[in-house]
C-alpha cells in the first residue's frame, strides 16, 4: 500500500470517513436538521475526488490506474467504467438524502444512524464498480447488503422489520450461493484476479461442453444466481416486492437505483473481464437473454394486480432488470462485424435514465405519500388538484418508465432494444416491446387515479424545499436525456471502452 | 485424504445448509443453516488452496524456494474473510430477529407475513 | 523430538484415568457397602430430589433467558470475530513492513481506530448498560 493506492481509494475512503463523521456529529449536536445538510455537502468531496481521478486519467492518457497491494495481486482500478459509476451512485445517494430529509423526521431518534448507513453503503457500491478480484467484490458486496438490511428494518415496525428480515435472509443466501460459485471458479482456475482468472481458462477450455467444462459451468452458473438475486431478476426475485413495501421508501428509493446499479458494474466487470473468451460469451449471453425475457414478463404481468405504489414500482424494478439484461445479452461476439461496445453502454446508459426517471418517481412517491400517511394507489386521487407539481412530476416519470417520448426512457429504451437487434436479437427486443405495451396499463393507471379521480380531500399537498430540490433536478434530468441524450450516450460509450479491449 | 473427500463433505455441508434454510420456520434455524452454507463454501476454499495451484504459478514457488501450496494462501484469506462477514450478517439477523421479537413475540419466519399480494 | 511430543499425550492420558476412576470408585465404594449391609438403605422425598448445587430447582429447563444477554452476545461477537484479523496482520508484520514500512503499521492503527469508534459508539448509545 502506498500514498498513490490511498489517492486512488480517494472517494470511497472519504465516503466512509462521511459516514463515521455523521455518527459522531449525531452524538454531540441536538439540532438534527443539520444531519441532512452535513451528509449532502460532504458528498461533495467523494465527487471533487472522484473528479480529480478523472481528469488525471485523460491527462496521463492512461485507460486505467491500478492499485496493487502486495506484489502481483491487483485488486483496484480506476478507470472510466468505475468512474462512471462512482458519479451515478454519489448523485443518486445525494438525491436519496434530499429526498428522504422529511421523512426521517418519523423517527424519533438514530437519524445520523440512517444516513450513516446509506453512505457505508454508497462507500461499497462505490468499491465494487472498481473492483478487479473476487474477494474484494465479495466483501464489497456485504458492504452494500448489510447496511442495506439494516436501513430496511429501521423503523423496527412489524412491517419493516419483517421486509429487513427477509431481505437479510435472501441476501445470506444468495451470497453463500455466490461465494460457492466464486470459490469453485478459483478452484478451477486457481487465482481471484479476474484478468487471471481470463488468461488462465484461455488454456483450460475444450469447447467441447457449455462453459469449456462442468466445473466452471457450475460456478458460473451459481455466480449468476448470486448476482441475480442482487439485481433482482427473475428467479430470485421474491425478495423485491416485500422489502419494497416494507422498507421506509427512501430506503426503496436507494434500493432500486444505486444497488441495481452497482450490481450491473459488477458484473459487466466479471462478465466481460473474467469470462471474455468466445466461446464463454456466447453461452452466458444466452443465459441473459433468456432471464431477460423471463424478467421483464413476469414483472410487468404482476405488477398491473397491485395496489399499493411501492409494491408496484417492485414489480417494476424486476421488469426493468429484465430490460437492463437484454443489454448483457448483446454481446458482440454473436456477430462479427457488430459494435463492440454497444451492449454493455446500453447498459450504462439504460441505468443513468432509469436511475434518474425512478428518483424522480420516488421523490414525487415519498413527497406526497408522507404528508398523506398512505401508500395506496386509490389514495392518490385527485392529486392533480391538491398538489399539481408533484403530481406532474410523478406522472411525467410513469411516462418516462413505460418509454414514450420525449423522455430519458424512450431513449435508452430505443437504445438498448437496437442493440439487441444488431447482434441478432431479435426475439428479445420485439419481447421487450411488447413488455413495454403492457407496463403502459398499470403506470397509466397512476396517471388516470392522480387526473381523472375526484380527490378523497381537498387539503392541498405541500413540500419542503430540499424535497422540491430533488423533484426538480430529477424532473429536469428525465426530460434534459430525453431530448438530448448524446452527451450521456457518448460518456457510457467512453465509459465501458475499457472492458472490450 | 484427497481433494474429492473435501469437496463431497462441503458439497453435503452446503446442500444441508440450503435446504435448511429455505425450509425452516425459526429464524434462528435459518441463521444457522445459512451460517452451514458459509462454513461449507470455507471448507472448500481451504481445500482448494492446499490441492490446487495453476502450473505458472508453482513453477514461479518452485524458483523462489517455496512451497508453492504456502506461497498462495488466496483460499485461506478467502475464508478469513467470509468468517468475519458472515460473522457481521448473523449479528445483524439476531438483531432483526431480536426486534421482530419485541414486536410479535415470535421467532417464526412463517409468522412474518405481513406483506402478501 | 516427535516422541517427546507425543509424550505430552500420556499425562493427558493419565489425568483422563484419574478423572474416570475417581467418581466410579466412589459408586463402587457404595455399592458395595450397601451389600454388605454397612449402609442403611432409607430412601425419601429429598434425597430423591433434583441435585442443582445446593439450591431447589426453579423453573423448567427450557426457559427463555433475557433478551439483552442477546445484546451484549451480539457486540461480543462483532467485536471478537474483527480480531481475526489481527492474527494474519501480526505474522506476517516482519515481512510486509519490510516492503511497505510504517504503512503496515498505520494499517492496523486505522484498523483499530474504527474499532474503538465502534466501541465508543455502542457505550455512548448506552448497549453497555444492563437497564
Known sequence: MTTHDIYLLSPEISMAGLAILLILVDLVVSRKSILTIVAVLGLAVPLALSIVLWFDLTDQAATQMKADFGTEIVTFVVDKFSLFFKFLLVGATALVILASSEYVSKFKNFHGEFFALILFATSGMMLLASTVELITIYVSLELTALPIAALAAFMRDSRSSEAGLKFLILSAISSAVLLYGMVIIYGFTGTTVLADIATQLGGLLDGESAFGGNALLFGVILVIAGFGFKISSVPFQMWAPDVYEGSPTPVTAFLSVASKAAGFAVILRVFYIAFSAEILSVDWSAVFAVLAAVSMTFGNLVAIRQNNIKRMLGYSTIAHAGYLMVGLAAVASRTPDADAIIGPSGVLFYLSGYAITNLAAFSAVIAISNRINSDLIDSFAGMARRAPFLAGVLGFSMISLIGVPPTVGFMSKIYIFGAAVDTNLEWLAVTGMVNSVISAYYYLRVVKVMYLREPIDDAPVGSALPMKLAVMVTMAGTAFFGIYPTPLINLARSAVDVLVS | ?117 | MLDDYFRQYALLAIFAAFAVAVPTGMLLMSWMLSIMKIRPQKPSLIKQAIYECGFETLSGRWSQFNFRFYAFALIFVVFDVEVVFLFPWAASFGVMSATFGAFVLLEMVVFVGILVVGWLYAWRKGALEWS
Not at chain 2, 463454501?41 to 514461479?60: G, I
Open chain 2, 1 to 117: 485424504m484427497g481433494l474429492e473427500n473435501f469437496l463431497i463433505v462441503s458439497a453435503v455441508l452446503f446442500s444441508i445448509g440450503f435446504y435448511g434454510a429455505l425450509s425452516k420456520r425459526n429464524a434462528i434455524t435459518v441463521l444457522m443453516s445459512i451460517e452451514l452454507m458459509f462454513n461449507a463454501v470455507n471448507l472448500t476454499a481451504v481445500a482448494l488452496s492446499r490441492y490446487v495451484v495453476p502450473e505458472s504459478l508453482a513453477t514461479a514457488g518452485q524458483n523462489a524456494g517455496q512451497d508453492a501450496a504456502q506461497f498462495l494462501l488466496t483460499g485461506h484469506i478467502f475464508a478469513i474473510f467470509i468468517i468475519t462477514v458472515a460473522a457481521a450478517e448473523i449479528a445483524l439477523g439476531l438483531a432483526i430477529v431480536i426486534a421482530i421479537y419485541r414486536n410479535s413475540e415470535s421467532v417464526f419466519v412463517t409468522d412474518a407475513t405481513q406483506m402478501r399480494n
